[in-house]
């Protein structure tokens, strides 16, 4: 059982870094717009601010991913996008086109190719061998995680966490997933982002992590070190649809369509 105890972390789920006065304690900057600086309540959309590096990396993951997508009707243009034409609008409408005509396990396997098509030949081998699922080497992912990925999920910081008995700051906690609330989808959650990511590190990095979307406040709880466990034991393949946000709904089912075999 994973038991969470909030600490603060000095890297705090931002952009730019920042030095405090005379101290070594670092900010980064992020890219939310909103007068707040924390995300938007639920039910309203997180207004933010990309720059050049959170283009770059949306870019690079939509042109991968295009590759699988549908093709988008609302395009009259065959042109290929610029390097920074991608904005997280398009790259989440990507991820829906790549869903469309796939069933589960299919969309977890383009986004394994995906990532795999990203690293170097033998990198996860590589990655085997320098972390070892250790405390250690669950500690150094999770606290790389917050500066690396705020692109792609907002803001986060690192938590402790018990693994296995164990207290270790190898928790990330996902203030309002910045995926979930453009996509409003469940399924989009769960095999384009949770399982395919989960699995890339417990089967491919061998380090094991789980995640944890709360669909309530859309956050996520992730823990690096913990085995996730098999996907029909996991609360979150019973959860039904956005009915009121998700453009594919299915009001009448119990559980989202998406999640279905």
């Known amino acids: 059982m994973v038991v969470l105890s909030f600490q603060p972390f000095n890297f705090s789920h931002c952009c730019s870094p920042k030095l405090r006065g005379n101290s070594r304690s670092i900010t980064i900057r992020c890219g939310i717009a909103e007068p707040s600086g924390v995300p938007a309540p639920l039910g309203q959309k997180t207004k933010y601010t990309d720059g050049l590096f959170e283009k770059a990396f949306m870019t690079l993951f939509a042109r991968k991913m295009e590759k699988f997508a549908a093709s988008n009707s609302k395009s009259n243009s065959n042109t290929a ?5 991608y904005d997280y609008e398009s790259f989440v409408d990507v991820s829906k086109r790549v869903m469309q005509g796939r069933s589960r396990l299919q969309q977890q396997l383009v986004v394994r190719e995906v990532l795999l098509s990203m690293l170097p030949p033998g990198a996860p081998a590589q990655f085997r061998k320098l972390f070892p699922p250790t405390k250690w080497a669950a500690e150094f992912n ?3 995680t917050v500066p690396f990925f705020h692109w792609l999920v907002g803001p986060s910081e690192v938590v402790e966490v018990e693994v296995n008995g ?3 700051k190898s928790g990330v906690l996902i203030k309002k997933c910045r995926y979930l609330e453009n996509s409003g989808c469940v399924g989009m959650c769960i095999n384009m982002c949770k399982i395919p990511t989960q699995d890339f590190f417990t089967n491919d990095f061998g380090l094991p992590l789980t995640m944890t979307p709360n669909f309530e406040d859309m956050s996520c709880e992730m823990v690096y070190g913990q085995v996730p466990p098999p996907f029909e034991e ?4 019973k959860q039904p649809c956005y009915a009121d946000i998700c453009s594919i709904a299915n009001p009448s089912s119990s559980v989202c369509p998406k999640l279905q075999a």
Do not use: C, E, M, N
Not at 81 to 85: A, I, N, S, T, V
């Open 81 to 85: 996008k610029g390097l920074f034409d």
């Open 166 to 168: 164990v207290k270790q």
């Open 142 to 144: 999770a606290a790389l």
């Open 234 to 237: 996991d609360p979150a393949s």
